[in-house]
């Protein structure tokens, strides 16, 4: 089942003389459950694609559709609750709410969308993530690997349409860094979760079942992992 479409999606920054085609025609489809990585070089756009598919920026021209849904024709109200509640984004510096303890982090999602918790699928994250002893510490209490957990955590809560991770691991060192991309491939596996990656690191694209290769805005290769 299809879950994501891209279509003829171009972003472009500025004008005349500073004039930056960030994404130039970029068309592909997503099926749901697929753990696609898209790699590139810096200022391939490879980021500014997530960001798109997240709902963060808007592309000049061209459409997305999340599970049918044409994700720009949105006013900003419903585009802001479709972002909350159909995307998971996972940053390269967690982006966890300092003053907000493990549990609060991770279910801050529903709670702003004035929903009640689900405490069992909760619970089976937090043992999942190994943070069922951490529930009650602030981010600047785990290390960074930990932080990276909190931030998976509270991109699957919501149990979204689709996870986005932007370079998920490029501020751990090697063994948080292995141990985060397992937990992508769990949600993948256990949950059935659409995971898209974007890392500029080849070996780490390997661990995805689909590697899209974009180079100055367009992509260049688009094939499965054996």
């Known amino acids: 089942m299809e879950i994501l479409k891209v279509s003829k999606l171009k972003k472009v920054y500025g004008k005349g003389n500073t004039r930056v085609v960030a994404l130039d025609d970029v068309s592909f489809t997503v099926e749901k459950g697929e753990f696609v990585a898209i790699v590139g070089a810096s200022g391939s756009g490879k980021s500014t694609l997530l960001h798109i598919l997240g709902g963060v ?5 061209g459409e997305v559709f999340i599970e049918g849904e044409n994700v720009y024709k949105l006013n900003e109200e419903n585009l802001a609750i479709f972002r ?6 996972i940053y390269q510096f967690y982006n966890l709410i300092p003053i907000l303890n493990v549990k609060e982090n991770i279910t801050l999602p529903i709670l702003l969308d004035n929903r009640r918790v689900d405490e069992e699928y909760l619970k089976e994250l937090l043992d999942t993530l190994d943070l069922s002893k951490r529930i009650n510490h602030l981010p600047n209490e785990l290390s960074g690997g930990q932080q990276q957990r909190v931030s998976i955590g509270r991109a699957l809560m919501n149990h979204p349409a689709l996870l986005l991770a932007d370079e998920p691991t490029g501020n751990l060192d090697s063994k948080a860094s292995k141990e985060i991309i397992e937990l992508l491939k769990m949600s993948n596996k256990k949950y059935n979760q659409t995971v898209i990656m974007i890392t500029h690191d080849h ?8 590697i899209i290769t974009i180079d100055d ?10």
Do not use: F, M
């Not at 070996?203 to 689909?210: D, I, P, Q, V």
């Open 57 to 61: 920026d808007k592309p000049t021209s």
């Open 84 to 89: 909350r509640r159909q995307v998971g984004l």
């Open 203 to 210: 070996s780490l694209a390997l661990n995805a079942t689909r």
């Open 217 to 226: 805005g367009k992509i260049i290769s688009d094939e499965k992992v054996k």
